[in-house]
């Protein structure tokens, strides 16, 4: 039996930062919110946020 597939996963100790993703990730998480939320919401998180939000690519489909 494979030995690694039996011990646990082991994680960082040092927290992640959500303004760090990659922009195309922010993208994709802020693609399931709303146009009120992105617009009232997610765009005031912080600069990258604010960034991917204004982005063309955010509002090439907008469902109201």
Request: hydrophobic share 35%.
């Amino acid at each position: 039996m494979d030995s690694s597939s039996s011990s646990p996963m082991k994680y960082e100790d040092k927290p992640r930062n959500w303004a760090e993703l990659l922009p195309e990730l922010t993208a994709s998480i802020l693609h399931r919110l709303g146009v009120v939320e992105i617009l009232e919401n997610a765009q005031k998180v912080c600069r990258p946020w604010h960034r991917v939000c204004k982005d063309p690519s955010m509002w090439r489909k907008i469902d109201m």
